[in-house]
């Protein structure tokens, strides 16, 4: 995100902390995407997804008078929203997830090697992205999709710096160990 | 050189390795970002890995961009219940300055230059209606010279009596000498002149009489350096 868009977010914050509509509506609209996009890879259904955006920009429309810039406006988004994927997480009962495997049970409803068969990497590649566990996944999103730094990260997931770049380290590492169960070696590690 | 990649899977991974995602993402620090090109520069095996996460790069991505766009039902959703919420009430906190910024960014730009306009055509009112009050004010006896020495008389007018005063044309020949020895002896100063040669002269002896002012005249005509000596009208 330019320097630009991050002072213009900030102006829309202190807008609608003054009420604008109007300044919601930009707000929302320059960020609804990825902050559905990250949820969903978050909560894994769409509709739970959909429901998520709605209380985050509900509660940046409640809480914008209390934004103090410190961090990115898209970074407190993303802080938000993980907040209520992980509490929609929680109260979602059939889907046999406690508190605490949430974030550990990968995904196994794809099989890799289905993909591989049809020789296209890249697809293999997304595939194993998606079998990632829920903790892998997020940082793997937020460092490469969200283009985060590794101070924001740490403020949005609420661990220390250092453990960021070691979790992603070894986010990387057991993609690897998916792709080679599937057949794909990439010289790495 | 042991290849700081070489670590990697036996033991701790590197510092530079660790930043290796956040380079290809482009949001490390010009600091970090030089020693990690310095580091890719001279390791092999580092440039692989990062080759192989450039790959990551490009494949978080397009998963994401796969996942589409909410529908409008969130956004309907969403400021549904913003009109729901009560109506928000101005921030007592909120700055005099935040204030002023509202109002004059809620007025359109003639409105603006038309209000500036009228604001320097009140100062300008007001400029005119005090100078008005301040010349009213003004003795009428300022009126008259303009020179520096007429502020010592303005002091002076303010006490009891004015001071005598004379025009003075002094004679042709008369030297600089001469005048300032003739101011010193009546005790004399210029305060104002020339006009068709004749200088007004106010003397420091505070009031007199009609006789001893006529005396003074009288005894200034005769002084050598003087041509003509008379009351001022």
Redesign the interface.
Known sequence: MSATQAASDDTLIARIAQGDRLAMQVLYGRHHVRVFRFGLRLVRDEQVAEDLISEVFLDVWRQAGKFEGRSAVSTWLLAITRFKALSALRRRKDAELDDEAAGAIEDTSDDPEVTVQKKDTGDALRKCLGQLSAEHREIVDLVYYHEKSVEEVAGIIGIPENTVKTRLFYARKKLAELLKAAGIERGWP | MMAASKK??EQE?SDI???L??H?????SARDARKVEEALARDPELA??YA??R???A??????E??G???T???Q???A??DA?P??K??AS?SLATRFS?LFSSLSPRTLAWSASLGAFVLVLQAGIIAGVLMDNRPSTFQTASLSMNEQSITRDLSAAPPPRALVRFAADAHVGDVTALLDKYQASIVGGAKGGMFRLQFANGSMSKDEFANLLSRLQNEKAVSLAVATP
């Open positions: 990697i899977v991974p390795e660790l930043l995602p956040w290809a993402a482009g949001t490390l692989r890995q192989v996460i790959e990551e790069y494949g978080t991505i397009e998963l994401n796969s996942l766009a909410p529908s039902r969130a956004m959703k969403l400021f219940a913003i919420e109506a928000r101005p921030s909120q509202s």
